[in-house]
């Protein structure tokens, strides 16, 4: 039996997990990111009641809301519980797409000094992943090919958005591939708007 902590902990983390993804999958991110701050404290007040990889996810939907708002900082706060979690057995796949988007978040913010040894990081645990990990890879190989170039031009982006269809015409998006919408955030990057106002004009994530 639950008692009453038990259960209001679960209905918060239920409740803020589904209203959270409802949100992002209709490109409602100015809504959620409303949410965040009831929902850190509800971390606080719950964490003893949350499962560890229920409270994890939490806060890569509040990182992901983030990212798509152009915060940045406040993303790679959010990602930093997960990323610095010991028990690797219980956060692999979590911790995997956090440091994606902690890697899209120093990009985003100009960090060329962090960026390589995220890279290599990286492509090492997603060499791991074979199939699933092809969209991923190719994110982490332009990022990786980015750092000695200037500027990117609207062409690099453009020859992204191609690469990542082809892949994913071969196989339906599937594991870690499925969590992080890259297409919008290319598509972000080839109109010259924020990832939330190129979300808004699509119907779904992929």
């Known amino acids: 039996r639950f008692d009453k902590t038990e259960l209001d902990a679960v209905v918060f983390w239920m409740g803020y997990t589904l209203e ?8 409602r991110f100015a809504e959620a990111y ?3 701050s009831n ?7 719950f964490s003893p009641n949350i499962a560890k990889q229920n409270r994890m996810m ?3 939907i509040m990182a992901y809301v983030s990212f798509a708002m152009a915060k940045y900082h406040e993303t790679l706060d959010h990602l930093a519980p997960v990323i610095q ?6 956060a692999a796949e979590v911790q995997l797409v956090a440091r994606i988007m902690q890697l899209l978040s120093h990009f985003e913010n100009g ?3 962090l960026l390589e040894s995220l890279v290599k990081s990286l492509q090492r645990s997603l060499r791991a992943k074979n199939e699933a990990a092809k969209v991923p890879m190719a994110i982490v190989s332009f990022i990786n090919s980015s750092i000695r170039k200037p500027a990117l031009q609207k062409q690099d982006w453009q020859q992204l958005q191609s690469k990542l269809k082809r892949l994913s015409a071969n196989k339906p998006p599937q ?10 955030w290319i598509k972000a990057h080839i109109k010259g708007v924020s990832f939330a106002e190129a979300r808004r004009s699509v119907p779904s994530p992929h």
């Open 20 to 27: 959270m993804n409802y949100f992002i999958e209709t490109g």
């Open 34 to 36: 409303q949410k965040i």
């Open 39 to 45: 929902i850190k404290a509800g971390i606080k007040t």
């Open 58 to 60: 939490l806060q890569c």
């Open 85 to 90: 979690e010991q028990e690797k057995s219980l």
């Open 111 to 113: 960090n060329k000094l």
């Open 175 to 184: 594991g870690i591939s499925d969590l992080i919408d890259y297409k919008t």
